[in-house]
């Protein structure tokens, strides 16, 4: 399916067929093997150096600005990617500059030009602005691609998918389909993302990008070289539960390596001399390979033909030389030279704040080869925008070119967020969301059962004698450092504070439960905490880091009827005590509405009664979650703490421990948590992380 023209190739009538296959990437079906035309003698012994250079979850951030603080963050955006990029083709001198996808979403910047003032079919969202100018040689599809739903993505990247009944444009303006639509000038590949109808990809699902390379013959001359680079891409296949509403119906997922297995060859046949595969997803060599596997880049190392893999999703670093690594002692895994069964991998980060470089140093031995020698290994490396260790942290300068482009949707976008929906007395906050503070999650689930009840009342009575609950979760828990956790400062109330309360542009669901799925789901939650030996002496550490902090459901009943405690020093699976409702032990078979959003609802998390989106859905509300929050706020108008933020349905259950059970939060925060009914928290150590700059806290489980 084209995309845009394409740049004209001069080619001979013998190689024809190969320069289509070249600038097309197949179209879904397999591909018959072509054989290129033979190289030029004089290569046999030539050298050649390559960078390939990778951003993966931008997430929209197109300069550093907390769109939620209203403030600077020089730790992230494109603005400073830019600078890294250019250091990086400097200092080397054949680069290729790769996106590996989660893109276009993730900031109220995107919202405001996918839902509040929706991009026009003539103009490109700010993200793709700045990446055109970059000059990216491809990019890909992350799960957030889809986010916004498929008419939009179709114009943005000027793609007909298609697909019926799937146009060019935002559900808000719903034009007619348009032939051509701004979009960047370089490819989209994703092999895996296909028609429900016809089976095949609706973007391309590869392509072959040519490059004129400077390297070095047999005898050290300079010599130019024409390179050609394979590029295929792939998306998580839990895509079809977490964008259920937008997908289902439309398209399917295949799972990674059968459509690497199904792809590279024809790749290679087409005259590619390396490929490089662009995986949406996370290393994750522990698990045993499925097609439905959310994190399985790693194992396109075991598909014969994919010379680099360029990861992501996690949102971690990778190499990672630390001891604490997420991916120290996983089958295969190198997280010291980058590799994974010895095939380059590199994952950076987030946000822009890593630029990810895997060197390639490569001989012409009857074609292109990677060497693996004492000499020359190719290997994986990240640029940072900080330098790392430093106190206090130091930034590249940013690209102001880059800026400018985006200059008037960034301004925009901060008067729309500022406008305000009403007032509080009290700071709400996620600073200690872990240890029991509810005052960020309260409002939200206090809108989800306002919301709910309405709705009942109004179109379905028939559901007024269940019980109703509500879940909502620590969205930003400090992963990244003090900058990410919610924090609405009281006084007035905006749109851009509800945004960080509600960080995700997801839309409200309902699912009809047991009390018994409803104490499994606890339990879920309760696997944010690590398991504590309480005769340990040493410290130990409260938050498995790996468990994303937006997993953590809190449960909330009205007039606070739902209580349980979380004992962490039981075994995964078997920590909620205490699980009372209305004053009385929970009844396991008693049936309830869980008000949630369609991400958890349709098995995100992967939360029991929920995988595979096989829940009992009562209810796919056409309102954004954030929405309802923001609605309720209007209506409420101002929020005293008495009544919005301290109804604490858990707590951790009571044990003393010989040493300190530590956990990290925004330094000098203690009086917030005490003002917010947290007695147990003390400060452990007033020293910062060097990389976090997080202060340590103890909580103390006897009290």
Same mark, same amino acid.
């Given at each position: ?104 979403q993730g900031t109220a910047l995107s919202d405001y030009q996918a839902l509040i003032a929706p991009t026009s079919c003539s103009e490109m969202p700010a993200i793709y602005r700045q990446m055109d100018t970059l000059g990216y040689d491809a990019g890909t599809m992350g799960n957030h691609e889809f986010n916004y739903g498929l008419p939009y993505l179709s114009q943005i990247t000027n793609t007909d998918f298609g697909l019926a ?108 001399d390396i490929v490089v595969a662009l995986a949406h997803g996370g290393i994750d060599m522990n698990t045993p390979y499925t097609p439905l596997m959310e994190n399985g880049s790693g194992y396109l190392s075991e598909v014969p033909g994919i010379d680099v893999i360029l990861t992501g999703h996690q949102h971690l670093l990778f190499p990672d030389t630390s001891a604490t690594s997420t991916f120290r002692g996983q089958p295969g ?163 851009? *504070? ?7 542009? %997801?839309?409200?669901?309902? /699912?009809?439960?047991? &009390? $018994? =799925? !409803?104490? #499994? ?75 949630? *959003? ?7 998390? %992967?939360?029991?009664?929920? /995988?595979?989106?096989? &829940? $009992? =859905? !009562?209810? #796919? ?49 203690l009086p917030m948590a005490v003002a917010h009914g947290v007695d147990n928290v003390s400060v452990q150590s007033t020293d910062k992380d060097p990389v976090t700059q997080l202060s340590s806290y103890r909580v103390d489980l006897s009290k």
């Open positions: 399916m084209t995309r845009r023209t394409h740049r004209t190739l001069a080619v001979t009538a013998a190689t024809l067929l190969l320069a289509t296959l070249s600038a097309c990437g197949g179209d879904g079906d397999d591909d018959q093997p072509v054989t290129p035309p033979a190289p030029p003698a004089t290569l046999e012994g030539a050298t050649l150096d390559v960078a390939v250079l990778e951003t993966t979850d931008l997430h929209a951030n197109v300069v550093g600005y907390d769109y939620y603080k209203l403030a600077e963050d020089k730790s992230y955006g494109l603005d400073r990617t830019a600078t890294l990029i250019a250091t990086a083709r400097q200092q080397n001198q054949n680069t290729l500059l790769f996106d590996n996808g989660d893109t276009i009944g799937i146009t060019k444009g935002t559900a808000q303006t719903n034009p007619t389909q348009a032939k051509t639509c701004a979009a960047p000038r370089f490819p989209f590949v994703s092999a895996n993302v296909v028609s429900a109808a016809s089976k095949n990809p609706i973007f391309q699902p590869w392509r072959i990008v040519e490059k004129t390379f400077q390297g070095k013959d047999a005898s050290g001359k300079a010599i130019e070289v024409k390179f050609k680079v394979g590029v295929i891409g792939f998306a998580p296949p839990p895509i079809m539960q977490w964008d259920k509403a937008n997908l289902d119906g439309h398209v399917e997922v295949t799972g990674w390596k059968e459509t690497a297995q199904r792809y590279v060859p024809a790749i290679k046949a087409a005259g590619a895994v190198d997280p010291v030279k980058g590799t994974i069964n010895g095939v380059p991998a590199v994952q950076p980060g987030q946000w822009g704040n890593n630029l990810g470089i895997v060197k390639l140093a490569l001989s012409y031995q009857g074609g292109w080869k990677i060497r693996k020698d004492a000499t020359a290994v190719s290997r994986a490396t990240s640029l940072l925008t900080a330098a790392q260790g430093t106190t206090p942290a130091t930034y590249v300068a940013p690209q102001t070119s880059l800026q400018q482009l985006v200059q008037s949707a960034h301004e925009a976008t901060i008067a729309y967020v500022k406008t305000p929906i009403g007032r509080a007395s009290f700071d709400l906050s996620t600073y200690f969301a872990l240890a029991g503070d509810v005052s960020a999650l309260q409002i939200v689930n206090m809108a989800q059962i306002d919301y709910l009840k309405t709705f009942i009342a109004k179109n379905n009575p028939t559901y007024a004698n269940l019980p109703i609950l509500s879940a909502a979760a620590p969205f930003k828990g400090g992963r990244n450092g003090p900058g990410d956790f919610t924090y609405v400062k009281q006084g007035d109330v905006a749109i851009n *504070n509800a945004a960080d309360l509600y960080l995700y542009p %997801n839309t409200l669901q309902v /699912v009809r439960v047991s &009390g $018994d =799925i !409803v104490r #499994q789901w606890l339990e879920k939650s309760a696997e944010q905490f690590k398991q504590i030996n309480p005769a340990t002496t040493a410290s130990q550490d409260l938050i498995d880091t790996v468990f994303p902090t937006f997993n953590f459901d809190v449960l909330y009943a009205e007039n606070n009827a739902l209580k349980y405690e979380i004992d962490i020093t039981k075994p995964i699976g078997s920590r909620i005590t205490t699980l009372t409702y209305q004053g009385r032990a929970l009844d396991l078979t008693q049936q309830f509405l869980v008000v949630t *959003n369609n991400y958890r609802a349709s098995g995100g998390g %992967n939360f029991p009664g929920l /995988v595979g989106g096989k &829940g $009992d =859905i !009562v209810l #796919q509300a056409p309102d954004a979650s954030r929405d309802v929050l923001i609605a309720y706020i209007k209506q409420a108008k101002d929020l005293d703490l008495p009544r919005f933020g301290l109804d604490r349905s858990w707590r951790f259950a009571k044990v003393t421990t010989a040493g300190p059970v530590v956990f990290r939060s925004v330094p000098d925060s």
